[in-house]
């Protein structure tokens, strides 16, 4: 391509090679023998005037302009190495259920088939605070892609003016006619200017600011994926806590008529008021708790309030239990390489590198020289209606080059400077990756886990609920004391409770290794 530009360049060149010196023209009046707005006729014989002999002094500088307008300084954008595993150690030997789909979709929440958090989640792109802020800061990286593009373009403005003077009286002459009022003189000009990007400076700065604002993209990205897992997070500590408020309702209820045997056995004088006064114990604790866990429920949801952009006070939450046989749904982990290519941190930091990289080709070019094309053109006369005729124009049209010989230091700094960014935004890219791989890993470490520890846990509370049936019935008979139901009915409530944390942990853990794996997310889907 840089030979068609060159071609292309040279033709230009010569056909502004006959206007070779930058000067104001006139066109001869009428008292230099030609007539006014027309061009003097040529003598029989005389032939066009041949071009002056700088042509080729403006040619050649031009097409070497071109030619060097394909070299651009600064090192290529290579991907910084990063160690990535085969496998995660933390999936090896689980068997887990095998999903539908090999890779995660976009709506993943509707995995979890929740009707009011699929709800809450489409509220997110609308109203969610952060993801607008996030959105805003994207369209600011486009209007800086379009700033750095228009250095492509030559900047061309118009002005005119009316300039009216006289001289003073006191440096007149009085013998000569200065001392007469100066005429009225009208100009108007189109001035045009071009920085040509012969080593890349302007390149490099629209590289960067690409890179930028795909960064960006990706940080919006990021926020959506990060507003919608803490929106998935919330719900599920909010229907573990209406599980939790559930089992204590119940087991107040339990309470209550444990209460009322005890006091029907003390009225009857087989038992001690003890026995009364455990009862009760057992039974204020246990709506003390319940109504504790009405605080947690309350910040929970004013929290998923937030999340959707609405005010706390107008968004109520109906109580609804988790089903205790609930279970997380089959995530497609895939292989650790392809978190590089889902998760939008990960891009976004790398698109950080991409940016920084054109940095220095940004200051490396401050070290050569700065080439720019200039030309004007319009008209200038002392007469308004002869002001817009050939013979009142001007034009004027050349390179200008210029070179920076001593700056202290400064471009030197500069360069420093934008070398230590890139190492940084390496290293940034760097740390990101591999927290990647240690959130997967881990989410993967808590699912596998809490899966064991369910399956034991449910023993446990099958245990604990049939040592209250027999402890209850050896009550009655008098065989064993009150405080005996009381430590089986305690722990009983405690493995229910237990058992509840363990699954809202689940969920939650399936929720982040969503997360972890970019939420369905890809680079590919980047502008």
Known sequence: MWHEKLSLLIMTSRMASDNSFALAKRER????????????????????PSAPKLNWALRVPLAMLVFLASCTVGPNYVRPTVEVPGAYKENAGWQVAQPQDATLRGNWWEMFNEPQLNAFEEQVDISNQNVALAEAQYRQARALVQQARAAYFPTVTIAASLNNSSQPASTRISNSSSGRRA??????????????DVWGRIRRLVESSQASAQASAADLENAR?????????????????????????????????????????????????????????????????????????????????LLIGKPASVVSIPEAPLVMTTVPPPIPVGVPSEVLERRPDIAATE????????????????????????????????????????????????????????????????????????????????????????????NLA???????????????????????IVFTNQYKAGITSYLEVVTAQTAALTNERTAATILGNRMNAAVLLIKALGGGWNVANLP
């Not at 008292?31 to 066009?48: F, I, M, Q, V």
């Not at 909010?238 to 107040?252: C, E, F, G, S």
């Not at 230091?409 to 890139?422: F, K, N, S, W």
């Not at 596998?448 to 369910?454: F, G, K, P």
């Open 29 to 48: 009046t009428r008292d230099e023998g030609g007539t006014h707005g027309s061009c003097p006729r040529p003598l029989a014989g005389e032939g066009k």
């Open 183 to 196: 005429p009225t003189l009208f100009a108007m000009a189109v001035d045009a200017s071009w920085e040509i």
């Open 225 to 305: 994926l990060s507003a919608r897992t803490e929106l998935a997070q919330d719900y599920f500590q909010l229907r573990t806590l209406d599980t939790q408020k559930q089992l204590l309702d119940a087991n107040i209820v339990e309470f209550q008529r444990s209460l009322e045997l005890t006091n029907n056995r003390y009225a009857s004088g087989v038992v001690s008021r003890a026995d009364v006064l455990q009862a009760q114990t057992q039974l204020k604790t246990t709506q003390a708790q319940a109504i504790d866990v009405g605080v947690q429920r309350a910040q929970f949801e004013h929290a998923i309030a």
């Open 351 to 442: 698109r950080q590198v991409v940016a920084a990289n054109a940095q220095i080709g940004v200051a490396l070019a401050a070290y050569y020289p700065t080439v720019s094309l200039h030309a004007t053109g319009g008209f200038q006369s002392t007469s308004l209606s002869q002001w817009i005729s050939a013979p009142s124009r001007l034009w004027s049209v050349g390179p200008a080059i210029s070179e920076t010989v001593f700056d202290g230091g400064l471009r030197a700094g500069l360069t420093e400077q934008a070398r230590g960014v890139y190492d940084g935004t390496v290293a940034s890219y760097r740390e990101t990756v591999l927290t990647a791989f240690k959130e997967v890993e881990d």
């Open 446 to 468: 808590a699912l596998r886990i809490l899966e064991s520890e369910a399956g034991v846990q449910d023993e446990a509370v099958k245990a604990a609920q049939q040592s209250v």
